[in-house]
C-alpha cells in the first residue's frame, strides 16, 4: 500500500539518490501488419522496458513499491521502410489515493502521430538536451510528463522541474523533420500538451489538480463531506479555465480521463440532491459533449 506522506516528504528531500521511479507496463502491437517479422517488435518492447525503468528519471529516492505506475502501449500501424515505423501511442498514468486500494488517473491520451527508426537490438540512447532519436526523445518527453502530473496532484506545482524537462525536449526537436513537435502542425500535439500546462494563463488546471487530488480525493477516506466538498471546489478552477479558454486541448484532457470519476463521486447517494444539481450542471457547461455521461448522476445509474 503506497503511502501518500512519503511522496511529500520526497518531494521536500535533499537527498540525491538513485533509483527505479517508474512501475511502467510497456506493450507493442502490430495487428495491422501481415506478413512481417514481428520478433523485432518483441525486441523493441524489451528495449522501451528497460529503458523506462533502467534510466534514472528524477533525483528522488522511491522505494520499489512506491514506484509510479503508468502504461505505454504503442500500435504500429504501417512498417515505412526497413526500419521506419508508424503508428501510435497510448499513454495512462494513474496514482494512489490515500489510504485506499484505488488509484486515480491523471493522464489518459493517445498520441497519434507517432513515427520512429528502430533497428532491432539497438540500444536506445537519450541525454537531456540532444534529440537523438525521435523514439527516445518520445519516450523521455511522456516520461517527464508523467513525473510532472504526478508531483502537482501532491504538492502544489511541484511538476515544474519536470515539465520544464519536457519542454526542454520539445525545445530540441524544432530542428528535426519530424513531426509532433512544432506548434503549427497541429493545436493537439506534444508542443501544446506541455506548453499549454507551463502557460501562466491556465494555471488553474494545475490549482485544479493539487485541490482535486490532494485536498480532495485524499481526504475521502475518513472524512468524505469534506473531501468531496474540495472536489467541488476544484471544479470551479475548471469552469474559469472554460470560460477563459473555451475548447483548451489540456482542458479537454483533463475530461478524457476524469469524466467517469466525476460521476461516480457524484452518484453516491449520501450526496445532498442540490449539489448533485449544481455539480451536473457545472459539468454540462464544462464538456457538453458528454452531457448525458453526467445525466448519470441524476438518474442514480
Request: aromatic share 10%; with cysteine; charged share 25%.
Given at each position: 500500500?503506497?503511502?501518500?506522506?512519503?511522496?511529500?516528504?520526497?518531494?521536500?528531500?535533499?537527498?540525491?539518490?538513485?533509483?527505479?521511479?517508474?512501475?511502467?507496463?510497456?506493450?507493442?502491437?502490430?495487428?495491422?501488419?501481415?506478413?512481417?517479422?514481428?520478433?523485432?517488435?518483441?525486441?523493441?518492447?524489451?528495449?522501451?522496458?528497460?529503458?523506462?525503468?533502467?534510466?534514472?528519471?528524477?533525483?528522488?529516492?522511491?522505494?520499489?513499491?512506491?514506484?509510479?505506475?503508468?502504461?505505454?502501449?504503442?500500435?504500429?500501424?504501417?512498417?515505412?521502410?526497413?526500419?521506419?515505423?508508424?503508428?501510435?501511442?497510448?499513454?495512462?498514468l494513474r496514482r494512489p489515493v490515500f489510504n485506499s486500494a484505488y488509484n486515480t488517473i491523471l493522464l489518459n491520451y493517445i498520441d497519434k502521430d507517432f513515427s520512429f527508426n528502430y533497428i532491432e537490438y539497438q540500444t536506445l540512447d537519450y541525454s537531456d538536451g540532444v534529440f537523438t532519436s525521435n523514439l527516445t526523445s518520445t519516450l523521455a518527453f511522456y516520461t517527464y510528463l508523467f513525473l510532472g502530473y504526478y508531483f502537482d496532484s501532491f504538492v502544489a506545482y511541484g511538476g515544474t522541474p519536470f515539465f520544464e524537462k519536457a519542454q526542454e525536449i520539445v525545445n530540441t526537436a524544432q530542428s528535426t523533420q519530424v513531426s509532433g513537435w512544432k506548434a503549427f502542425e497541429s493545436d493537439k500535439n506534444r508542443y501544446w500538451l506541455v506548453?499549454?500546462?507551463?502557460?501562466?494563463?491556465?494555471?488553474?488546471?494545475?490549482?485544479?489538480?493539487?485541490?482535486?487530488?490532494?485536498?480532495?480525493?485524499?481526504?475521502?477516506?475518513?472524512?468524505?463531506?469534506?473531501?468531496?466538498?474540495?472536489?467541488?471546489?476544484?471544479?470551479?478552477?475548471?469552469?474559469?479555465?472554460?470560460?477563459?479558454?473555451?475548447?483548451?486541448?489540456?482542458?479537454?484532457?483533463?475530461?478524457?480521463?476524469?469524466?467517469?470519476?466525476?460521476?461516480?463521486?457524484?452518484?453516491?447517494?449520501?450526496?445532498?440532491?442540490?449539489?448533485?444539481?449544481?455539480?451536473?450542471t457545472l459539468l454540462k457547461d464544462i464538456d457538453p459533449a458528454s452531457s448525458s455521461k453526467y445525466q448519470e448522476i441524476l438518474e442514480g445509474k
Open positions: 500500500m503506497r503511502k501518500i506522506l512519503l511522496f511529500l516528504f520526497l518531494v521536500f528531500s535533499v537527498i540525491q539518490l538513485k533509483a527505479q521511479e517508474l512501475d511502467c507496463v510497456v506493450s507493442v502491437t502490430s495487428p495491422k501488419l501481415e506478413g512481417t517479422d514481428k520478433q523485432v517488435f518483441e525486441t523493441l518492447q524489451t528495449a522501451i522496458y528497460e529503458f523506462m525503468h533502467n534510466r534514472v528519471w528524477t533525483n528522488y529516492m522511491i522505494k520499489g513499491e512506491e514506484r509510479i505506475e503508468c502504461t505505454i502501449l504503442i500500435t504500429i500501424n504501417e512498417r515505412v521502410g526497413g526500419d521506419q515505423f508508424r503508428g501510435t501511442i497510448n499513454l495512462v506548453a499549454n500546462i507551463l502557460n501562466p494563463a491556465n494555471s488553474a488546471l494545475r490549482d485544479f489538480s493539487y485541490l482535486y487530488h490532494r485536498q480532495g480525493l485524499d481526504q475521502m477516506y475518513d472524512k468524505v463531506d469534506l473531501g468531496r466538498s474540495k472536489v467541488v471546489e476544484s471544479l470551479n478552477y475548471l469552469q474559469k479555465i472554460s470560460t477563459a479558454r473555451p475548447g483548451l486541448f489540456s482542458l479537454q484532457l483533463v475530461f478524457d480521463a476524469k469524466k467517469d470519476e466525476f460521476v461516480n463521486i457524484f452518484s453516491d447517494q449520501r450526496v445532498p440532491p442540490m449539489e448533485k444539481n449544481s455539480v451536473v
